[in-house]
């Protein structure tokens, strides 16, 4: 994200399924990490185009979450062809319309 013109503020946590409960993040939902941009919670590998989109079209949602763990993406690089995935909005309700697919 910094390599994109985010500032990033790194925060250790001992128990993130906490934090992504009080955010939110429904468990079908939930990765390795968890961001606050902005009024918005993004979860998981959630490319930077997409959370520009986000911040620009500030859609009513509470934000978005990539689930799982796609290989071949930022963060999770490898000698292997990126995994085909969705990004999904978070709500009230918890997620579930996709927001952006690649």
């Known amino acids: 994200m910094r390599s994109h013109g985010f500032r990033v503020t790194e925060v250790e946590h001992e128990d993130l ?3 992504m ?4 993040v429904p468990l ?3 990765a390795c990490q968890i961001a606050r941009v902005g009024a918005y919670v993004v979860e998981g590998h959630v490319p930077a185009p997409d959370v520009r989109r986000l911040l620009t079209e500030r859609p009513t949602m509470t934000g978005s979450a990539a689930p799982g763990m796609p290989m071949g993406w930022p963060g999770m690089e490898g000698p292997y062809p990126p995994d085909r995935y969705n990004v999904r909005a978070l709500d009230r309700g918890g997620g579930g319309r996709v927001f952006a697919e690649h």
């Open 17 to 19: 399924t906490t934090v």
């Open 21 to 24: 409960s009080q955010a939110g």
């Open 28 to 30: 079908l939902l939930d």
